[in-house]
């Protein structure tokens, strides 16, 4: 009894009162006369493999067992004992399935759940030999006409051929009245196959089968007496790694159980892979801006130290650049999604620039954008580079020195998937054709523009203010 306690232990995240629990059924075993003909055994979850491991072994007390070497210890896997993970998963018994043991031999298993607060923690397994004629029964191809022919299964459903014929790729079965499977699709002994079952599994009762945990007299009486011979029980669940849709139908006609299962697990892998990415993408965004929020602490304790204005200028011009660019990459870093919303990002932008320096703590700042639009992650880092660069222009040439406040207004708006952000203030203007040669800032505008955004610049300017507008495709291709 101390294996039990010492494997689980090692083997499980079993509770102190579970172990006390499995011990109380080993006992229980071990004093039943009715188990004397027969190995049994009790299995648990291993969660380091997410297999079953064998905790204790019973040894039949009138005839030789079917083991030579001990087992306890040792794994048992899906693929040779699927009675041991249907029942841990659905908390129902496995009676008369087909396994094979550590030692390559077929046997019978009669898989009984140990429960624990509506959980099963373990399962008492009763093992006996498979003779070649019962061998012959499980493995036989018989009925291999019956559910390869689909034909023949849309004629068992009735009227509700419609409905099934449209989920052919799907598995297929039917139950008869005494909860026995006399029909399934090819789909059906597939999807068996893989969850591990041995052999033929026609002939075998419903709750060998059930995969929701489900019985059948339950799902019987919720099916078997409604007037409407439409009417099904849909559900979705997950058994052991797999991810299934099912549909149950009662067919009044054939008086029989029609189950539809289909697997669904490769979506669910594509989702959450889907997920997976957004999470490390949106972790990478984090990074990078915080690597970009160090470099501007650099660049501002290296302006500290310079003694020449116009180089303090230049490296608070670049300041102001990296921090449009880090902006966009905090709000990106909160987000799931590829899409940013436009006036968020456009907010935040504006909000650390302000913030900058007691220059631009000077300029007023209103934003008319779209609450609606959203764009991709390389055109909100376009977008903001450009805005900053024409709110650094505003404050270096817009206001002369002698004018303390001036106002800026920020629009955004989209028409049939053409977005349009325009930024316009009240400043003394300039000679659009005259402008400076080499001037980075406009140089800077007119690039991102043209070659990132592949859009259209607009500059309009009077001694009354400066309106600054571009569009481009909301879907541009990068």
């Known amino acids: 009894m101390n294996t039990i306690a010492e494997l689980c232990h090692e083997y499980t995240d079993l509770s102190e009162n579970d172990i006390i629990t499995l011990l109380i059924e080993a006992q229980r075993i071990e004093a039943n006369d009715e188990y004397e003909n027969y190995d049994v055994f009790i299995d648990a979850w291993n969660i380091f493999t997410n297999q079953a491991i064998v905790i204790y072994h019973k040894p039949p007390k009138c005839c030789q067992s079917l083991y030579h070497d001990t087992v306890v210890g040792k794994a048992a896997l899906r693929e040779n004992e699927p009675g041991v993970f249907h029942t841990l998963e659905t908390k129902l018994n496995s009676v008369g399935l087909l396994a094979e043991t550590q030692e390559r031999r077929l046997i019978h298993q009669r898989i009984y759940p140990i429960l624990r607060k509506e959980q099963a923690i373990g399962v008492t397994i009763v093992e006996s030999d498979v003779s070649a004629g019962v061998l012959q029964d499980f493995q036989g191809t018989t009925c291999q006409s019956t559910y390869d022919d689909v034909s023949a299964t849309i004629k068992m459903f009735g009227h509700l051929d419609t409905t099934i014929t449209d989920q052919l790729a799907d598995a297929i079965l039917v139950f008869d009245q005494t909860k026995h499977l006399v029909l399934a699709n090819k789909a059906a002994i597939q999807l068996y196959h893989q969850l591990g079952y041995l052999g033929n599994i026609m002939g075998l009762a419903y709750e060998n089968l059930s995969l929701d945990g489900s019985q059948f007299d339950e799902t019987l009486k919720q099916l078997q007496f409604s007037q409407d011979s439409q009417q099904s029980l849909a559900k979705s669940f997950n058994y052991l790694s797999y991810y299934f849709k099912e549909r149950?139908?009662?067919?009044?006609?054939?008086?029989?159980?029609?189950?539809?299962?289909?697997?669904?697990?490769?979506?669910?892998?594509?989702?959450?892979?889907?997920?997976?990415?957004?999470?490390?993408?949106?972790?990478?965004?984090?990074?990078?801006?915080?690597?970009?929020?160090?470099?501007?602490?650099?660049?501002?304790?290296?302006?500290?130290?310079?003694?020449?204005?116009?180089?303090?200028?230049?490296?608070?011009?670049?300041?102001?650049?990296?921090?449009?660019?880090?902006?966009?990459?905090?709000?990106?870093?909160?987000?799931?999604?590829?899409?940013?919303?436009?006036?968020?990002?456009?907010?935040?932008?504006?909000?650390?620039?302000?913030?900058?320096?007691?220059?631009?703590?000077?300029?007023?700042?209103?934003?008319?954008?779209?609450?609606?639009?959203?764009?991709?992650?390389?055109?909100?880092?376009?977008?903001?580079?450009?805005?900053?660069?024409?709110?650094?222009?505003?404050?270096?040439?817009?206001?002369?020195?002698?004018?303390?406040?001036?106002?800026?207004?920020?629009?955004?708006?989209?028409?049939?998937?053409?977005?349009?952000?325009?930024?316009?203030?009240?400043?003394?203007?300039?000679?659009v054709n005259h402008t400076r040669s080499g001037s980075l800032g406009l140089t800077i505008i007119r690039n991102y523009v043209k070659d990132k955004l592949l859009g259209q610049l607009k500059i309009e300017s009077s001694s009354s203010g400066t309106c600054i507008s571009f569009s481009f495709d909301q879907k541009t291709q990068h």
């Open 248 to 431: 149950k139908f009662w067919n009044h006609d054939s008086q029989q159980l029609v189950v539809l299962i289909q697997d669904r697990t490769d979506i669910k892998v594509k989702e959450a892979e889907i997920v997976s990415k957004s999470v490390a993408i949106r972790e990478v965004n984090h990074r990078i801006k915080n690597n970009l929020q160090s470099v501007i602490s650099l660049l501002r304790i290296q302006q500290r130290r310079l003694a020449d204005d116009e180089a303090r200028k230049v490296l608070d011009e670049s300041i102001s650049r990296i921090m449009a660019i880090a902006s966009t990459y905090e709000l990106m870093s909160k987000q799931l999604e590829d899409q940013t919303n436009l006036k968020a990002a456009m907010q935040l932008l504006v909000s650390h620039f302000v913030q900058l320096n007691e220059r631009n703590q000077e300029l007023k700042v209103s934003m008319d954008v779209d609450p609606g639009i959203v764009v991709d992650s390389d055109q909100i880092v376009t977008i903001s580079i450009i805005i900053n660069e024409v709110l650094q222009n505003i404050v270096s040439h817009a206001f002369p020195d002698s004018q303390k406040t001036g106002s800026v207004k920020i629009a955004g708006q989209i028409n049939h998937e053409i977005i349009t952000i325009m930024v316009k203030d009240d400043g003394v203007g300039f000679d």
